[in-house]
């Protein structure tokens, strides 16, 4: 036993090693300021945190080997959560089920800084990949985060998604494309019966956003038409277990699970589409 015991300090001593480390830094300036910060703001900081810790590329998940620039223009509170493979970590496990096997397209309708699409690129998940976003600055930064991860000849930009953008998709086959809609409550506006029809043959998936004017009559509007087409399914939400990162073991109890927030109202609601015939 006497034998093991130098062992068994120095293992001790590089486990604790980064947590004194932490500690050291810490002044009590440092802490007043912490404590004066809103939820958000901590989020950011643990965040930016971690995006510099792991060198601005998701390090676990199906995304693993994906790089983000930092001056992403949406959601810096989530780099966090991206680069650990823990954001929306239920549509992630979905995309990277059997059940998704087979695609060639992927389709993101509100496509923010192109996480999903340059992602699923990446990953040889898919093929190609079509982007709708609104705001011109997150249209950049998807060009210039599918430049870096060398798959900008494989990705197709364009603006807000309207009730026409399948249009965009007429050279695709339906059976072979995912879509991904997350249009801040825009999805009611963007689906008509005209839209749904015209992509009757692909599986989407839809983040439902409960928090619009009139939701219940638009969503009751949406479900009745989509279920003549679709079969209707939700995606139950997943476990993050915050075990498996040992590059948090420094970190406060109250930061490591911040990590898991996403800043959302309630619990979500991944709705997916997939044709009946």
């Not at 300021?33 to 965040?47: D, G, K, M, P, Y």
């Not at 406060?252 to 927030?261: E, P, V």
Request: hydrophobic fraction near 45%; include cysteine; charge should be negative.
């Amino acid at each position: 036993m006497n034998e093991k015991l130098p062992d068994l300090i120095e293992g001790e001593r590089i486990f604790f090693q980064r947590v004194f480390e932490r500690q050291s830094r810490a002044t009590v300036e440092i802490r007043e300021q912490w404590r004066a910060e809103t939820i958000l703001q901590r989020r950011r900081r643990v965040s930016s945190e971690i995006y510099d810790l792991l060198g601005g590329v998701v390090k676990y998940g199906p995304l693993k080997g994906l790089s983000l620039a930092k001056n992403n223009w949406w959601g810096g509170g989530d780099f966090g959560s991206m680069l650990l493979g823990l954001y929306e970590k239920e549509v992630l496990d979905f995309l990277f089920s059997a059940r998704a096997d087979g695609f060639e397209s992927f389709v993101d309708i509100g496509a923010a800084d192109g996480y999903y699409a340059i992602g699923m690129l990446r990953s040889g998940r898919v093929k190609n990949a079509i982007c709708f976003e609104l705001s011109e600055e997150g249209q950049r930064t998807i060009a210039s985060n599918a430049e870096a991860n060398f798959v900008s000849n494989r990705i197709e930009i364009f603006g807000a998604a309207d009730r026409l953008f399948y249009e965009k998709l007429s050279h695709l086959d339906l059976t072979k494309v995912v879509v991904l809609v997350d249009a801040e409550g825009a999805e009611f506006e963007i689906f008509d019966d005209g839209s749904l029809a015209a992509l009757r043959e692909a599986t989407i998936v839809i983040e439902i956003h409960n928090w619009v004017e009139d939701f219940w009559e638009k969503y009751t509007r949406f479900l009745t038409s989509a279920s003549a087409l679709f079969n209707v399914e939700f995606i139950a939400p997943a476990v993050r277990d915050l075990t498996q990162f040992p590059e948090l073991n420094d970190f406060t109890d109250d930061n490591r699970y911040l990590i898991c927030s996403e800043g959302r109202p309630n619990v979500m609601r991944f709705m997916v589409l997939t044709p009946k015939a």
